[in-house]
């Protein structure tokens, strides 16, 4: 690779070999957007700058065959690319030696209501996609940020409220549209490359640039209401009540209800008094006076505000929209365990780590939280084998960090780690799993366990990417 020669600003010759070639053969309604280019502010934005780079440029597809182009000609020149969808990835963000592929134009969202499908283009989020199936009687398992890209979401694995009625969201992937790493476009599905469909259902980023996805669309009955809502309630407790909160919910947690999702989430209040609280945030698919039943007990405890709903599917996740704001330095790791973790003083221990650290870094963490959370789950065996292994996980401790000092990063960083430690160090070597898409640290026997598993994946990289175009990862 001859992009070790710089030009006087800075650029290899090779990339700007790349960003001249892309200028004559994409199609007129793309961009090639450079620093000092108009727009480029708005396309660099980013849900977090932790990580963020400035690549050399940033190309705007406009269609597939735009995505096509543009990875070929990276391959011919050698230059290294990344391709951004919604932006919360911070892995999809590269330096001046290569270009961000930006698919947000590719944003389509054709639903097939006879069929029970919908196909989205690459650039779709979230929000582009619940809107339309609701309004056509259906549903699909989507994770709960709306701006979130709905292809990268799904491709790693997919962790969604819906899962026990629905699966994961890559359970719910019937065929893919992607540019591989020789630049070929190729379809995968159950009968054409359905290796390739195995891996794109767990491990998708790992293998190409997914321009499409199909998946299964459910009817709303699915959700266990005659009007396509779902219950939802929110009970904030102060921190002190950690307690007798867990002791409520562990139990819940643990009940294998298909029907039952919910977190237990320790964050500063959200009316600036600096007091720590911990709320749980309940979900259930059925009737309002069966999900109270359902969780009597949490409710019996008395927290400041029983904040019970009815949502409709289209709304899920409006809830979320104030964590979904660019900007800030942000982080999620996700990690799996086996058993809920319900003993009162590892979370006693959380409150007073997570306190510690907002004494230490200021107020400006104060939006830095941890959380348990479970999702419902089907029948053993009712989902398709994939490169998704979490099937065995009872709950997952989530740590997300948002500050925005960057002389705080270490205080909060270390956090981070500390927060998961407390819980997972109370299991056994090997029992904790890594949600795949919050870490590309952990040992890789972690993300993608499974008896077979890894060693699939590592023959299928082989057999699509064998030089690592879209990451070494498994190689």
Not at 131 to 157: D, H, M, R, S
Not at 266 to 279: A, E, M, N, Q, Y
Not at 315 to 330: M, Q, Y
Request: charged share 20%; with cysteine; aromatic share 8%.
């Amino acid at each position: 690779m001859s992009g070790n020669t710089n030009t006087a600003d800075g650029l290899s010759v090779d990339v700007k070999n790349v960003v001249a070639d892309l200028a004559s053969k994409l199609s007129s309604k793309a961009k090639i957007v450079t620093q000092q280019d108009e727009g480029w502010n708005a396309l660099f934005e980013r849900w977090s700058d932790l990580a963020k780079q400035t690549p050399a440029a940033i190309v705007a597809v406009a269609n597939e065959a735009d995505v096509q182009e543009a990875v070929k000609l990276c391959l011919t020149h050698g230059v290294k690319f990344v391709p951004k969808s919604g932006g919360h990835s911070l892995w999809s963000t590269i330096g001046a030696e290569g270009i961000v592929i930006d698919l947000s134009t590719l944003n389509a969202v054709v639903v097939d209501k006879e069929a029970g499908t919908v196909t989205l283009g690459g650039g779709a989020q979230i929000k582009d996609a619940i809107a339309p199936l609701y309004e056509a009687g259906l549903c699909v398992p989507f994770g709960t940020a709306n701006t979130v890209g709905a292809i990268p979401q799904a491709v790693n694995g997919g962790l969604t409220i819906f899962s026990g009625i629905l699966g994961q969201t890559s359970d719910a992937i019937l065929s893919a549209r992607l540019v591989t790493a020789t630049g070929d476009l190729v379809t995968a599905s159950s009968t054409s490359n359905p290796d390739l469909l195995y891996a794109i259902k767990g491990a998708g980023t790992y293998f190409g640039l997914i321009t499409s996805l199909t998946f299964r669309a459910t009817p709303l009955s699915v959700l266990n209401s005659p009007d396509g809502t779902l219950w939802k309630a929110t009970a904030p407790f102060p921190a002190s009540r950690i307690a007798d909160l867990i002791g409520a919910l562990a139990p819940l947690a643990a009940l294998p209800d298909p029907r039952a999702s919910g977190a237990m989430i320790i964050t500063k209040s959200p009316h600036g008094d600096g007091s720590t609280i911990v709320l749980a945030s309940l979900v259930f698919f059925g009737s309002s006076e069966d999900a109270n039943a359902h969780f009597a007990s949490v409710k019996a405890l008395g927290p400041f505000v029983w904040g019970e709903k009815r949502v409709s599917y289209a709304h899920v996740n409006d809830d979320f929209d104030p964590f979904c704001v660019p900007g800030g330095f942000k982080k999620h790791t996700i990690a799996g365990v086996p058993r809920v973790p319900g003993d009162p003083a590892v979370w006693e221990a959380e409150v007073k780590a997570y306190e510690a650290m907002v004494e230490k870094a200021g107020k400006q963490a104060s939006r830095t939280m941890v959380c348990l959370m479970w999702v419902g789950r089907g029948e053993a065996g009712r989902w398709a084998e994939s490169a998704f292994g979490h099937r065995g996980v009872a709950a997952w401790i989530e740590a997300v960090i948002w500050y925005t000092d960057k002389e705080t990063a270490e205080t909060v960083q270390d956090w981070q780690v500390e927060a998961l430690n407390i819980v997972t160090d109370t299991y056994e070597i090997g029992e904790v799993e890594t949600f795949q898409n919050s870490s590309r640290e952990t040992p890789i026997e972690t993300r993608f366990p499974g008896e077979g598993r890894l060693e699939k994946l590592t023959a299928l990289k082989k057999e699509w990417d064998p030089v690592g175009v879209f990451t070494n990862v498994f190689l």
